[in-house]
């Protein structure tokens, strides 16, 4: 059973920081693809940020240069870092496993960059 939780979300004023942890539960975490994603308000959820298992990332456009993934296997733990928040970064942010072929998700949390 994998359980995803996030944390590290909260209220920041534009051109801050912020880095979202997410900590999974169960085997195998090494092995799989991990990722961010985010639904704004009024928004369909998009992909933020993903990291392969092997280290390969994939990057939104709207948050390149800005915002980083990361993972630490020996925490079963994947990162995300937030610099340069713009208000538009206002979101619900979730963390996101693929794990044979099953999608599971965090519960979220919440990013507001005031401006």
């Known amino acids: 059973q994998v359980q995803l939780v996030e944390s590290g979300g909260g209220l920041v004023q534009a051109g801050g920081s912020l880095k979202l942890s997410c900590a999974a539960s169960?085997?195998?975490?090494?092995?799989?693809?991990m990722a961010w994603y985010r639904q704004g308000p009024g928004k369909q959820r998009e992909l933020v940020a993903s990291?392969?298992?092997?280290?390969?990332?994939t990057i939104a456009d709207s948050v390149k240069g800005r915002f980083t993934i990361s993972r630490d296997n020996a925490k079963n733990t994947v990162y995300l870092q937030m610099n340069s928040l713009k208000p538009e970064d206002t979101a619900v942010y979730y963390c996101?496993?693929?794990?044979?072929?099953?999608?599971?998700w965090g519960e979220g949390t919440l990013v507001t960059v005031s401006s």
């Open positions: 996101n496993m693929v794990s044979f072929g099953i999608y599971y």
């Open positions: 990291m392969a298992s092997g280290g390969r990332t």
């Open positions: 169960g085997s195998g975490f090494s092995s799989n693809a």
